[in-house]
């Protein structure tokens, strides 16, 4: 009985979980609620994803009004490989957050980060559960009108301002998505994804077809913060609260990649629009930009989170360029990386959120010495670190093989050997971190606010530390899964 | 009996866990390091009985890719060279115990750790039974031994550091990765195999050239010109890790690598019956003849050893590119022959260092007097490396020279002759000034190294001279891998 439910538990639960921490307000409550919540989501999200692999794809009429009139849930093998990413970081991010929010938060706001904590989740599986098209826009105005809240609540000044600056952009992201989507409904009738892909058939799209699809994109693109389209991101990771930042960037861009995959290869997939429209070079040249500039730029940051911020806008680069060309090793490497590079960079900023309770927003100058002070959270950072270069071992490795092996496959062998000298950048901002926890000489200085992280922060963030180098080894569940996602993917372009 | 391949990997990853437990307490730490040191050596020793008899054993670890994972197998060469590393790492412990105390080193305890690390690395290097495995460690090595170089912590160590990781990192990633993902796309295969594993179509025209080169250069560790830059930067490290590290360990394992690719994954027929691949014998010559002559311009000791391992590294690489089988068996023996006697000469700046504080080659008027069993070593290593009898240094150049000689390449032959000239120009004005010229005046009087020290380099200076009156182990070992003997 409660199996056949699972698509609506996955949103309701999140999502009733939120107004309960407002009418509860008291602090410590809230956590508790967010917890339990966010532990279920990921549980059904578990169930959800056995059920996928044994049954196939999962078709959900929300409220019984039949597909395509009511809302459709529709799981397959791609979308509840990004849900089980998204809930699983809900998860785990939650069950860390307490003694850093804590620190990070005033106490009388405390119930508001949670709820809109537990509306980010929700808007977030929802967009990748719907198989709707305006319930995706409803989904994706919760998650983010509920990050502009979160960023917002960080205690720096600045917090304000990159919340504000990020509202204006995703805005207009979501306007052009809304955009986007109404040219489809006009010109098809359907708001149902499965339905529009069949009625935007295998011929030709029209003027305003192609205007649908452009203005998607480019909607899309700014919330995944495709270069240039990322000028929103860098600040907002970098003063949001470390939990919020984490969660942000384990999550929010995945999902807005997942959009992109869905959109060109189901919806618009029998128009090949990556080999018969420009786009595919488009994206392309974007993303070899973004991987080298973004890295480039991180190279000369001061504050770390900033550092990792155009190191994620150089992550999703990779990313954007195995979807860039469609053939199944490209999208498994694409796909995969979601995966690796969720627990990498989640991992990365939730140790950086140890750091802070020590230490403050951590700086380079701050952080020198921090070997000694904290070795294990160094160490942590040193292994995710080497998952973003992409050392053989870690996780980041695996994504780079398939994607290096997606290009030979294609011949364009410039393109693997710029992929790789990308890399090297990674090695030099990574290194550049190295050298300052453990090669300098300065005693450190911590701060004197009587915090401490807490041992659930330490468990948390060694938890995706040891998982970069548990999934540099063992593969069979996110290369599979990709490559499930992947075949899925390619199957829907010539369906 | 093939589940036995790991234990080779986790008796060092053992002793560094151990040692990292010992928390800070020197006696019982030195005490690990030793004796994990000698398990190691008897556990390889044992294993040593099993390849003679002409056994393969395999490993498989666990799958990454499909159809390749992280698998070990133990081959002639391997055999050689965790044999050497292995059985130099027990005299290093010893040296590095006297070194770092006498010069009160700092956090000795991360020193051991990445030490032990670094050897276990090294294992997994010389056991790799295919690419990937090939590649996740000499990736790990660099990672760990970058530690070591940087221990000292000054801007100058930083910077060497950067260059040492900058150069390893950059060209591996960049080259060699692409190699092997190139590879693993045109064969579906990154197994280390008898003859190679490109079948006749797929070695025609300019990628098997194409991919030599990346390997060539994706190996940085071998230090082939014009990517040697790391090897003199990595000198501001602690001597024992100058000796064992980069004398042995770090620099065979390019070497090696490069021998094992081109017999292994090439297969050295294969690269014989193509045109095109002179360029590599003749860069490996030029390499040799150049980084002499900046040996020869060197005042600085450890940058002197640091230019010839560079020029003796090219001998190995040379030996391989004559794509012969007896200079296959020279380059095997090179490999060893090498690592005893660099190991001799660090060893010996070390103990001068340690003894008088002494680093430059233009103060060591006279130490003979005052240091005569370090500089006797010293001597005993300077005539192997230029291949005078009876050093082992003689027998790998004997063979080599015969490689050369019998495929009938007059360019090695020449070089080989005129790198020796050089070699006996740095080397010997160091022993003259050492034993006939008089020490400046008003000099601090000191005597030997600590006792540690001595035995150490005494038992290296030995080995020097005792494989040359015993090569048969290596040599056989040699014979397999170039395919003369079956056992």
């Not at chain 1, 069949?198 to 700014?222: C, K, W």
């Not at chain 2, 250069?217 to 024992?240: C, D, E, N, R, S």
């Not at chain 2, 003849?289 to 450890?302: C, E, F, G, I, M």
């Not at chain 2, 002759?417 to 004005?429: E, G, Q, V």
Request: with cysteine.
């Amino acid at each position: 009985m409660i199996s056949t439910q699972l698509p609506a538990l996955q949103i309701v639960v999140p999502l009733l979980a939120a107004p309960l921490c407002v009418i509860v307000r008291h602090p410590r409550t809230c956590w508790i609620i967010a917890l339990v919540a966010s532990w279920i989501t990921f549980a059904v999200s578990i169930g959800l994803f056995i059920e996928v692999q044994n049954i196939g794809v999962i078709s959900y009429a929300m409220g019984n009004w039949a597909p395509p009139w009511g809302i459709e849930y529709r799981i397959d093998s791609v979308n509840v490989y990004v849900i089980l990413i998204v809930s699983s970081i809900g998860a785990l991010v939650s069950s860390y957050a307490l003694a850093s929010v804590n620190v990070e938060i005033d106490k009388d706001r405390h119930y508001l980060f949670w709820a809109s904590y537990l509306l980010c989740l929700t808007g977030l599986l929802g967009v990748t559960i719907t198989g709707d098209a305006f319930n995706i826009f409803v989904f994706l105005e919760i998650s983010s009108l509920s990050t502009y809240v979160l960023i917002a609540l960080g205690r720096n000044r600045h917090a304000l301002y990159a919340a504000f600056r990020y509202l204006i952009l995703g805005t207009i992201g979501a306007t052009f998505i809304v955009i986007g989507i109404g040219l489809l409904y006009l010109m098809t009738g359907t708001l149902n994804l499965y339905d529009l892909s069949s009625r935007l058939g295998d011929m030709s799209l029209t003027q305003p077809q192609l205007a649908a699809l452009a203005f998607l994109t480019v909607g899309i693109s700014l919330k995944l913060a495709l270069f240039p389209l990322h000028l929103w991101l860098p600040n907002a990771y970098a003063f949001a609260p470390s939990v919020v930042t984490s969660f942000l960037a384990a999550t929010a861009t995945k999902v807005a990649v997942y959009l992109l995959l869905r959109f060109a290869y189901d919806v618009f997939g029998k128009s090949q629009v990556f080999s018969e429209l420009p786009l595919g070079e488009v994206l392309l040249v974007l993303s070899i930009v973004a991987m080298f500039v973004a890295s480039t730029v991180a190279i000369f940051q001061h504050d770390i989170k900033r550092m990792f911020a155009y190191s994620s806008i150089a992550q999703i680069g990779y990313i954007t360029l195995g979807a860039s060309f469609a053939s199944q090793t490209a999208l498994t490497a694409s796909v995969v990386h979601l995966f690796n590079h969720a627990i990498t960079k989640g991992g990365i900023f939730l140790l950086l959120g140890i750091v802070a309770i020590r230490l403050g927003q951590p700086t380079f100058k701050k952080i020198e010495g921090l070997g000694k002070l904290m070795p294990w959270t160094s160490a942590g950072l040193v292994i995710c670190g080497l998952s973003l270069i992409g050392v053989p071992g870690t996780a980041g490795f695996i994504s780079k093989w398939y994607l290096v092996l997606a290009v030979l496959e294609k011949g364009w062998w410039w393109l693997a050997l710029m992929i790789l000298a990308s890399s090297l950048l990674a090695v030099l901002y990574v290194w550049r971190l190295v050298e300052a926890m453990y090669f300098s000489k300065t005693e450190i200085s911590t701060l004197n606010t009587g915090a401490s992280p807490s041992l659930s922060m330490y468990i948390i963030a060694s938890l995706l530390a040891v998982s970069c180098i548990f999934f540099g080894f063992h593969t069979s569940f996110s290369v599979d899964g990709a490559s499930e996602a992947a075949k899925a993917l390619m199957e829907y372009t010539n369906r | 009996m093939s589940d036995n391949i790991l234990i080779s990997l986790v008796i060092p990853l053992l002793g560094a866990i151990l040692i990292a437990l010992s928390n800070k307490r020197q006696n019982l730490r030195e005490c690990i390091t030793l004796v994990t040191a000698v398990c190691l050596l008897i556990f390889n020793i044992r294993l040593l009985s099993h390849i003679l008899n002409g056994d393969r054993p395999e490993f498989f670890l666990l799958e990454i890719f499909p159809n390749a994972g992280l698998s070990l197998q133990i081959e002639p060469l391997g055999m050689l060279f965790a044999l050497i590393a292995s059985s130099l790492w027990v005299v290093n412990s010893i040296y590095s115990i006297g070194y770092m105390r006498a010069n009160a080193e700092k956090n000795q305890t991360r020193f051991y750790v990445c030490f032990a690390l670094a050897i276990a690395s090294t294992m997994g290097i010389a056991f790799a039974g295919n690419l990937i495995t090939l590649f996740l460690f000499y990736e790990i090595l660099t990672l760990c031994t970058y530690p070591l170089v940087t221990h000292h912590g000054t801007a100058q160590s930083k910077a060497g550091g950067r260059i040492y990781l900058g150069i390893l990192i950059g060209t591996s990633i960049g080259f060699l990765l692409f190699a092997i993902a190139w590879t693993w796309h045109i064969t579906g295969d990154v197994d280390f195999s008898k003859n190679g594993i490109f079948s006749e179509e797929q070695f025609q025209g300019l990628i098997p050239l194409v991919l030599l080169a990346l390997y060539i250069f994706g190996i940085g560790k071998a230090a082939l010109m014009p990517f040697h830059f790391w090897l003199p930067a990595a000198m501001v490290a602690p001597t024992p890790v100058s000796a064992l590290l980069h004398a042995v360990a770090v620099v065979k394992a390019g070497v090696f690598s490069v021998v094992k690719i081109i017999v292994y994954i090439f297969g050295i027929s294969n690269l014989a019956s193509i045109d095109g691949t002179q360029w590599l014998m003749i860069l490996a010559g030029f390499t040799i003849l150049s980084a002499s002559v900046v040996a020869l311009r060197s005042d600085n000791l450890k940058r002197r050893l640091a230019y010839s391992t560079i020029s003796q590294l090219s001998y190995v690489v040379m030996a391989a590119s004559l794509f012969a089988p007896i200079a296959i068996v020279g380059a095997a023996l090179h490999i060893l022959a090498h690592a005893v006697s660099k190991i001799t000469l660090f060893f010996a700046a070390g103990a001068i260092y340690t003894a008088s504080g002494k680093t430059k080659v233009s103060e060591l008027d006279g130490i003979g007097k005052k240091m005569p069993i370090t500089m006797a070593a010293f001597t005993v290593g300077a005539l192997s490396l230029i291949g005078i009898p009876p050093a082992i240094g003689f027998i790998s150049k004997w063979y080599i020279l015969s490689g050369a000689i019998s495929s009938g390449h007059m360019f090695a032959v020449i070089v080989i002759i005129i790198s020796t000239i050089l070699n006996a120009a740095y080397f010997l004005p160091i022993i003259y000034a050492a034993f006939f010229k008089d020490a400046k005046q008003n000099e601090a009087n000191h005597g030997e190294a600590p006792v540690s020290i001595m035995i150490a380099i005494t038992m290296t200076a030995l080995l020097t001279l005792v494989l040359f009156f015993f090569p048969d182990i290596a040599l056989n070992l040699g014979n397999q891998l170039a395919g003369i003997s079956e056992r």
